[in-house]
């Protein structure tokens, strides 16, 4: 096989362990005063100068408003600014009286991204005194995250200006040139409803959420096509 070839599986190879997945979720039986039981999840994708980040609201057949998922705060150790929100995305979806739904476009969340105190907010429904790196374009107090139907039970207040809705998960890709692929996070608050303050914390006095050994997976993955590929190329006449 020639050189450049060998170049450029060391390359894949090595591009394969760039990246590290942190996964967060509520604590078990969550809930919001008023509202009801609330569930949500957080991806953190980190890589070199990138992070990617997959944000769920996992409660099905919500009915209120206040269940609706419209906040993300928190802290990159050791990196508290010099970040901008390169793009966002989620499917879109209206709901009616009765639970009746209509898929939307994939589109822009217009969510915004703020910075607090060294932390890092995506937001729908901003906290006051937020200074905002990108501004919210979505028009709160719709575009929100709601979770998987059927909407048996919803009330007044969930269809009260809130459509549309984003529907179940939202992608966000935020850079800043000090992210690495081990960075680790911290402080991870989701927040809920249509007024700013209603959040579920996971507890700041635990260490902060070390990577997950997927990168380690991938690379190893990665070192395996690699000596597959040697070794084809060396049984070759």
């Known amino acids: 096989m020639p050189c450049h070839k060998y170049r450029y599986l060391l390359f894949l190879a090595a591009m394969t362990a760039q990246a590290s997945l942190i996964t967060v979720n509520t604590p078990s039986g969550s809930s919001i005063v008023g509202a009801g039981d609330v569930s949500a999840q957080v991806i953190f994708t980190t890589g070199p100068g990138i992070l990617t980040i997959t944000l769920s609201n996992l409660e099905g057949n919500i009915h209120d408003a206040g269940q609706l998922l419209s906040d993300l705060n928190f802290t990159v150790d050791g990196i508290a600014v010099g970040y901008a929100l390169v793009s966002s995305s989620a499917p879109q979806i209206t709901v009616a ?55 048996t039970n919803v009330n007044r207040s969930l269809l009260g200006g809130h459509n549309p809705f984003l529907d179940q998960t939202a992608t966000f890709t935020i850079s800043n040139e000090a992210l690495r692929e081990d960075s680790a996070i911290s402080g991870v608050r989701f927040g809920f409803g249509t007024q700013a303050g209603n959040y579920i914390a996971i507890d700041p006095h635990t260490p902060a959420v070390a990577p997950e050994p997927a990168s380690l997976l991938l690379s190893g993955m990665g070192l395996l096509g690699l000596g597959w590929w040697l070794r084809r190329a060396k049984s070759r006449p």
């Open 97 to 151: 009286a009765g639970g009746g739904t209509a898929a939307g476009p994939v589109a822009s969340t217009g969510w915004g991204l703020g910075l607090s105190n060294g932390s890092v907010d995506l937001c729908e429904i901003c906290p006051a005194g937020l200074a905002m790196a990108t501004p919210v374009t979505g028009g709160p107090p719709a575009q929100t995250l709601i979770g998987s139907g059927p909407f």
